[in-house]
Each structure stands twice: as structure tokens, then as C-alpha cells.
């Protein structure tokens, strides 16, 4: 199963670079220039190979081959980069996960079912979980503290949610 590891934004200078939304803890190793990524979400296109990676402040940019301007560049923007883990010889700690691992999961606060899991944010601070409950978005600090327990088998993610999280989603 292919993982996303960057949202490719837009177009950076005139020599076909965009800026991308890194979703992975190791951006140098895995946009390293000669990396082959999966692409997802650009039609005609399944596959690009990095030509060229620099960091620009904080943000990354990458050049791919055969990107040669900024309109070649345009035409991926929106798409993600995708890595196979499992081929890539990769194996998530016992306490990491995959947003698809999570996805579609039951939240479940004090033995009752509150929610499902919709899928995961990265974050500088802490992940977050990205749940429905109460039919509203929910963000909740994936900290050990809040999420106690995930089992993936029983399909569940166990939480002590702080008072008044939830209130937070109404504005």
C-alpha cells in the first residue's frame, strides 16, 4: 500500500520547482535527488523522479525530471507523493501508524463509541487526529496522554478527551 508523503503545492521561480507540504519524518533521506515517488491526484502522470531538493526557509522545494518551467510545474499541483513502505524494506514502530491505518477507526471515550477517525494532520508540535464526532470535525492531539490506546485489529482508538474539546469544534 503506497503512503502519502507530501502535498505538492505550487510553482516555485521559473525553472519548473514547486513547493511541496512535507508528510513525512524523514524529508532528506526520502526526496533525496534520484528518488522515484508515486504520484497521485494528476491525470497522465503515476510516477516522478526527484531531480533536485533544497530547502527554501522552511519550506521544501523540489524539482522533478522532465519539469523543465513554471507550467510544467503548475500541472502538479494538488498532487501527492506517494512511497510504497513495505517495499522500501520500511516497518512502522509499534506506536506509529499510517493515516490508513487509522482511518475509519471508532473513537471511543469511557467504553462508548463517539466517533470515527476521518483521517490524520502532521504537525511541527504533535499530530492530530482528524475525527467526526457529534457530526462535526474534531482535531485531537494524538499525545499518549489524550489517545490512550489504538488497536488497529479491534478497530478502535481509545480516548480521554480534555473537557470541553469538543466544544471547541463549534466555534
Do not use: C
Not at 513547493?19 to 526520502?30: G, I, K, S, W
Not at 515517488?37 to 522545494?61: H, Q, Y
Not at 524494506?89 to 477507526?105: F, K, N, Q, S, T
Not at 466517533?115 to 457530526?135: C, K, P, Y
Amino acid at each position: 500500500m503506497q503512503v502519502s508523503v507530501a502535498r505538492i503545492g505550487k510553482p516555485h521561480g521559473i525553472r519548473g520547482e514547486v513547493t511541496v507540504q512535507v508528510l513525512t519524518d524523514a524529508p532528506d533521506e526520502r526526496f533525496a535527488p534520484g528518488s522515484e515517488l508515486g504520484l497521485e491526484g494528476i491525470p497522465g502522470r503515476s510516477s516522478v523522479v526527484v531531480d533536485s531538493a533544497r530547502w527554501n526557509k522552511s519550506i521544501l522545494v523540489l524539482g522533478f525530471e522532465g519539469v523543465m518551467d513554471r507550467n510544467a510545474a503548475e500541472t502538479l499541483r494538488g498532487g501527492r507523493l506517494l512511497v510504497d513502505p513495505e517495499a522500501e524494506g520500511e516497518a512502522a514502530d509499534e506506536d506509529e501508524y499510517y493515516e490508513h491505518e487509522l482511518r475509519g477507526l471508532a473513537v471511543v471515550e469511557n467504553g462508548a463509541e463517539i466517533g470515527r477517525v476521518e483521517g490524520l494532520r502532521t504537525g511541527a508540535a504533535q499530530d492530530l487526529l482528524v475525527a467526526t464526532i457529534n457530526e462535526r470535525e474534531v482535531l485531537i492531539p494524538f499525545v499518549s496522554q489524550i489517545v490512550t490506546e489504538v488497536d488497529t485489529a479491534g478497530g478502535r482508538v481509545v480516548v480521554q478527551l480534555p473537557a470541553g474539546l469538543v466544544d471547541l469544534a463549534d466555534g
